[in-house]
RNA sequence: CCGGAGAUGGCGGAGCGGUCAAUCGCACCUGACUGUAAAUCAGGCGUCCUAAGGACUUCGGAGGUUCAAAUCCUUCUCUCCGGA
């Protein structure tokens, strides 16, 4: 079977797939006006942040996140595992969050408030946001952890699964159309892990497939450290595990280069913030030959701009001469400079459209080079 | 004219005998960013040497005291405040 899209309640998401991330119940910077016309076909909020900061309940009785966001096409919903992961991470908060079977607990640090995140209760306020695609709670496995704790890790994440799956059948019981339903098979770098990881999961049944973690050498769900980098052998390997039927999600990722690399080896779906953070921090994205540094898989290519930076002073030319986005036809390199420098909201816009419009393009180029 | 305060690197502003090429902030230069608690963070920012490190010239001007001065003394120039 050749999967070309995914449907959902809100239309067919073609494949692959870039969601960018609306964590806090936005794309920081932009409107979902300037979103959809970036050519973006689906986004991704975060349970825990909306709960905490929107409601959950809130939405549900407002009619759900579609309406609320004035947003009409598919959105997935993270499930906070990854959120309170980062809690446990930083130092700061060390000791006070805590993971057992029942579930995570954690303090919000905006707060100090002590909640309790469960498989059930994140089911239930995806539930509540009407998502497209909703996520299993899930346990990420932290870097120098013994092997021991790194399989408590996995039969955790297992668990949660298991109930998430319970909890979401039992919620959507009644329901005509149902939203899709996706696990994260975690592991760290160790492939032994990965593969007991992914044949539980599969074993429980879920529509699609997530790689969990971080796939990163340095980041802090890897132990190895000798090398930098995205890990495509691991990437590669987990794709492996997953039948061809499921979706496939690499959550996460990434650049553009690691995106082309990770739909060739399989995987349908990804999500990252990097085209939207590092607009507002000013790295931007263009065609090949037009910036300062050009990376580049297969036959894809693309170069990266610091458009704060002095080089592009005097610069009249649009950020991209192949880009069509209002970023590219309205303002030069030399006043987006400007804008950006001064931290200008209009800056901040400009520079999110143009990346998010060339991340739409870019998968538009995979789909057409790299999918036949 | 008298009395008082002060002049520090692009700017603001510390320092008041050695550990000062001089805290810090801003500005400036460069880099990082991968399921966003990041409109954030890191490094650089007198000159020269590839770097560890070293050499040289700086704290309004000119003299002086001292082994040693941005720091003390004399004087000049300028600025600010108060009084005629």
Not at 49 to 78: R, T, V
Not at 81 to 86: A, I, K, N, R, T
Not at 279 to 300: D, I, M, W
Request: charged share 25%.
């Amino acid at each position: 079977m050749e999967k070309t899209y995914i449907p959902t309640k809100h239309g067919n998401l073609t494949l692959p797939a870039f969601m960018p991330d609306a964590t806090y119940g936005s794309i920081k910077a932009v409107s979902f006006n300037d979103v959809q016309k970036a050519g973006v076909e689906a986004i991704v909020t975060t349970t825990l942040h909306i709960e905490q900061k929107i409601g959950s309940l809130y939405i549900k009785e407002f009619g759900g996140l579609h309406k609320f966001f004035g947003w009409n096409k598919p959105i997935l919903s993270d499930s906070g595992g990854w959120q309170v992961f980062s809690l446990i991470q930083s130092k700061r908060d060390k000791g006070k969050n805590k993971i057992s079977d029942l579930g995570c607990s954690f303090v919000d640090p905006a707060t100090g408030n002590h909640s309790l995140l469960t498989p059930e209760s994140s089911q239930v306020i995806q539930n509540n946001l009407s998502a497209d695609i909703v996520t299993v709670l899930d346990n990420p496995i932290l870097g120098n952890v013994s092997l021991a704790e790194r399989k408590e890790c996995i039969r955790i994440n297992t668990l949660w699964a298991k109930r998430s799956k319970a909890k979401f059948i039992e919620l959507n019981s009644n329901v005509k159309e149902k939203p899709l339903i996706g696990a994260v098979i975690q592991g760290g770098n160790d492939y032994e892990l990965r593969k007991i990881s992914a044949d539980e999961l599969l074993e429980i049944d879920f529509d699609i497939y997530n790689f969990g973690g971080m796939p990163l050498h340095t980041g802090v769900t890897w132990l190895t450290e000798s090398k930098k980098g995205f890990y495509h052998e691991m990437l590669e390997y987990v794709s492996g595990l997953i039948p061809s039927n499921k979706y496939k999600y690499a959550m996460g990722v990434g650049q553009p280069d690691d995106i082309a690399f990770c739909v060739d080896v399989g995987w349908d779906l990804f999500d990252t913030v990097l085209p939207t953070r590092n607009a507002r921090h000013g790295l931007l994205y263009v065609s090949e030959g037009q910036g300062e540094q050009t990376k580049s898989y297969k036959n894809l290519a693309y170069d990266t701009i610091h458009i704060k930076t002095e080089r592009y002073k005097f610069d009249e030319k649009p950020l991209d001469e192949n880009c069509n986005c209002e970023a590219c036809t309205t303002v030069s390199r030399a006043y987006l400079r400007h804008l950006l420098r001064i931290n200008e909201a209009a800056g901040l816009r400009l520079a999110t459209i143009h990346n998010l419009t060339f991340y739409s393009n870019w998968m538009d180029k995979i789909r057409k080079t790299l999918q036949k």
